[in-house]
Structure formats: structure tokens, C-alpha cells
């Protein structure tokens, strides 16, 4: 029996490994990936047959699954997101084993929210506004139909937004640290982003590991519980404190590029968390 991390080259995995492998010393930990890099096993999850034979040889006792997709183009998110989530559920049932499950969700599955709705709880209507946000709410869906329908042991986090290194340009830490790090080279003489007036939910990568595992040890089969700060804040402030732990200021950032704001339909002044439900799974 072991701990199977998937999508572990993802940026969410690298951020919490470290504590996984602490909280979990005792056990076997497992990480999946798609390259074959030293200390990964490699498996296309949106291939049954390959998870099917992975899970068969694993016998997992607890899946972490990362694994996913934010392109935000409907057919590599459906298949990253979605149809991985049910080769992994299908091939359960089909070996009759039972292990524990924590899904990764995402805010974006609320979607289009009022600010009289913050902080945003679990029970809060879900409207998505991007193609990425529909195959996650789609995923916690079907997470949440294989928990009623085949007693399948799953519980799904939802997270807000995560401050740490590593993760993906297509997020705003991402690509803000991606611009730092191509500033302090000299390959480009000023930073670039969009609205920096909204205010979201950030958390740290060790809040984040902590409220996970807090999930995957004590959560209910089937619920759905928020991982995030519960607090909002500016992302002007948020860029101004990510510039000062790289020994920077605001003098480096240009003109706002009206091409990378989003439309007004989509744009949502304000987001965060209500993590009332996770912590109460503190005891």
C-alpha cells in the first residue's frame, strides 16, 4: 500500500510535496507524472488502460490528484481535468479497491460571484466563466456522482489561489515571477500585467499543504471543502510584496496592457474564501 500523487510535476504538487513527505514519512509515496524523469512513474492518465494497469500495481491506500489542466481550451481541459478523474474512478471500481481520494478543485468553479456573496462558502452557486472552470466543476461533479453512486471515497478541495514558486505563467504568481526572473537577466526593461484592482484569495504554499491534508485525513466522503486564506487581498498589493521578496519595487512594473485584461463580463472585483468548513475538521 502506498500515497500516489498525481500530476506531481505540476506547480500545486511541487508546492506541497515537501509536507506530504513529512506528514507521511512512514509510507511509501508514489509520484505520477507524463515525462520519465528520476523518481517519477510515468502515466497518461487520460488513457485508461495506463491507469488501470498503475492503480493495479500500486494499490494505493490514498490518491493526492493534482493532475490537471488550465489552458483554458475546452478539449485538453475536458480531457485533463474530467475524463483523468473518471479513468482513475473507472478503474476503482473495476479492481475493487478502495482508496481515500482528494480532488483537486478551483475557485474558477464559482465563477461570475456578487461581492455580497464573499467570503464565498461551499454552498455558493457555481457559475463559471472560462472553459477551465466548467471542467473543474465538471470534475467535482463526477468526483461527487462516484462517491453517491459506487461508494467511492473522495473529497474535494477547492482552491482559491496559491502563492508559491513554480506554478504555471497562465496564473498571475506565475507569470509575475516569470517576469522577474527575465527582468533581473535584462531580457525585458519592465514588467506587464493587466488589472491589478481586483482583490482575490491568496494562500501559502505551506497553508495550502496543511488545509489538504487536513481534508484528506478528515473529510467527509463526497464534500467539497475550500482551501484559501480567507482574506482578500489587492493584487497590486500582492505584486508589490512578491517584488520586495525579490529585492524590488514598483518602478519596475510599465503600463498596463489593456490586451491581457479580461472582459468586463468576466471580470470579478472581488473573491475569497470562506474556510470555515476545513478548519472545523480541526477537532
Given at each position: ?206 497553508g495550502a499543504a496543511e488545509l489538504i491534508i487536513l481534508i484528506a485525513e478528515k473529510g467527509s466522503s463526497g464534500e467539497i471543502y475550500n482551501i484559501g486564506s480567507g482574506q ?33 463580463a468576466h471580470e470579478i472585483p472581488i473573491i475569497y474564501a470562506d474556510i470555515s468548513k476545513a478548519l472545523e475538521l480541526r477537532g
Open positions: 500500500m502506498a500515497i500516489l500523487v498525481t500530476g506531481a510535476h505540476g506547480g500545486v504538487a511541487q508546492a506541497v510535496l515537501d509536507r506530504i513527505r513529512q506528514y507521511y514519512s512512514n509510507e511509501e509515496i508514489v509520484l505520477l507524472g507524463r515525462r520519465d524523469d528520476l523518481g517519477y512513474l510515468r502515466c497518461d492518465l487520460t488513457n485508461k488502460s495506463d491507469v488501470k494497469d498503475v492503480l493495479s500495481e500500486i494499490q494505493p491506500r490514498l490518491i493526492f490528484h493534482f493532475a490537471g489542466s488550465a489552458t483554458n481550451t475546452l478539449e485538453v481541459d475536458y480531457s485533463n481535468n474530467v475524463v483523468s478523474s473518471k479513468n482513475i474512478y473507472d478503474a476503482i471500481v473495476e479492481l475493487s479497491i478502495n482508496p481515500r481520494i482528494f480532488s483537486m478543485g478551483s475557485a474558477a468553479e464559482y465563477g461570475k460571484v456578487n461581492e455580497s456573496d464573499n467570503p464565498i462558502n461551499e454552498r455558493c452557486h457555481t457559475f463559471p466563466v472560462s472553459f477551465y472552470g466548467m471542467t473543474k466543476l465538471m470534475q467535482t461533479q463526477i468526483s461527487q456522482y462516484y462517491a453517491r453512486t459506487h461508494g467511492l471515497n473522495i473529497v474535494t478541495g477547492r482552491m482559491f489561489n496559491l502563492k508559491a514558486r513554480g506554478l504555471s505563467d497562465r496564473l498571475f504568481v506565475g507569470r509575475l515571477q516569470q517576469q522577474i526572473e527575465k527582468y533581473i537577466k535584462g531580457e525585458i526593461s519592465s514588467l506587464t500585467f493587466g488589472n491589478l484592482k481586483s482583490q482575490r484569495d491568496y494562500i501559502s504554499a505551506s482578500a487581498i489587492y493584487m497590486e498589493e500582492l505584486l508589490k510584496e512578491v517584488l520586495e521578496e525579490n529585492g524590488l519595487d514598483m518602478s519596475v512594473v510599465g503600463k498596463t496592457d489593456p490586451t491581457l485584461l479580461r472582459s468586463h
